[in-house]
């Protein structure tokens, strides 16, 4: 679904643009020039609010504040990252690279991963090369209803882990993007199922909520507000120990989880990298390799 909209919006863009340029340029270069500024303009408005509002909304938070240069720079790649994953992984690159469930099983730990909001399993194509050439077998998984309830996603994760399960002989590691993160959560809920998983890592998921969640109109995204009952229910539901089990990434730049402490479950391990933005931290190679290597642990 996503893929499909993701093309819809990307093509509806080309066209508009090509339109746009077939009717100005004729009339003068300057006004062609103007409709692609004007469009780079609204581009970076969008990007860019929601990098002001985090920087003003963490001023209170906890976590070591961003430099102005932190948050531009981490703006500039964003807009890098956003481009080439909403613009060519999700719609266009999504089924390229299949999951890989080896016949034998490889002695290394297999992995799940999901996404987040308003993403799809072309998220991870960087990860899979790197997860199949260390052994471990991997499921990506496509989280839908696309606006649906969290709570919806609980039996597409727990195939994805019986599947991983079934080709290694070994709890899998869930590593979760943003929304993907209270997805694994609402598994564990559901399916009580603190002993199918080897652990959780997170990166970027509101786990407190984001005070971006006021905006939204959709279940999912009505659940990932600030302190929501739904996300209030669930910490309510969950035993002590379970915090245990994760790992999360956080930044002080992350432009749709803030304030930044909130991507911090309690209890659990925290990795706090500064200047990361939220796209941004699912595809820095230095985030995929630590991660990567605790997916190797045997503890």
């Known amino acids: ?58 001023r209170a938070d906890a976590a070591p504040r961003a430099t102005l240069a932190q948050v531009l720079r981490a703006a500039g790649a964003e807009a890098r990252c956003a481009a080439v994953v909403f613009g060519w992984r999700q719609p266009l690159r999504s089924a390229s690279v299949p999951d890989w469930l080896p016949d034998a099983p490889t002695g290394q730990r297999g992995v799940v991963l999901v996404h987040g909001f308003l993403c799809n399993r072309g998220l991870w194509l960087p990860w899979m090369p790197l997860l199949r050439a260390r052994g471990h077998a991997y499921v990506a998984v496509d989280l839908e209803p696309v606006f649906g309830s969290i709570d919806a996603y609980v039996a597409t994760v727990d195939e994805a882990v019986r599947r991983v399960t079934q080709a290694t002989g070994l709890p899998p590691v869930i590593v979760a993007h943003s929304m993907g993160g209270l997805a694994a959560r609402a598994w564990l809920r559901a399916c009580a199922a603190d002993a199918r998983v080897h652990r959780v890592i997170t990166l970027g998921t509101p786990h407190g909520g984001t005070w971006l969640g006021c905006w939204s109109h959709a279940t999912n995204g009505r659940q990932m507000q600030l302190a929501s009952p739904w996300l209030q229910q669930l910490q309510l539901d969950e035993p002590i120990t379970r915090a245990r089990l994760f790992t999360c990434w956080y930044s002080n730049c992350d432009n749709i989880v803030f304030p930044a402490r909130t991507a911090a479950l309690p209890g659990a391990r925290q990795r706090f990298v500064a200047g990361l933005a939220h796209v941004e931290m699912a595809c820095d190679a230095q985030v995929m390799a630590e991660c990567l290597d605790e997916v190797a642990k045997a503890d």
Do not use: D, K, T
């Not at 103007?34 to 990007?47: E, H, I, N, S, T």
């Open 1 to 58: 679904m996503i893929a499909r909209m993701q093309s819809l919006a990307l093509v509806s863009l080309v066209l508009a643009l090509a339109a746009w340029w077939a009717w100005a340029l004729p009339q003068r270069l300057g006004l062609a020039l103007a409709g692609m500024v004007v469009f780079v303009c609204w581009y970076a408005l969008g990007l860019g609010l929601p990098f002001v509002l985090m920087h003003a909304v963490n």
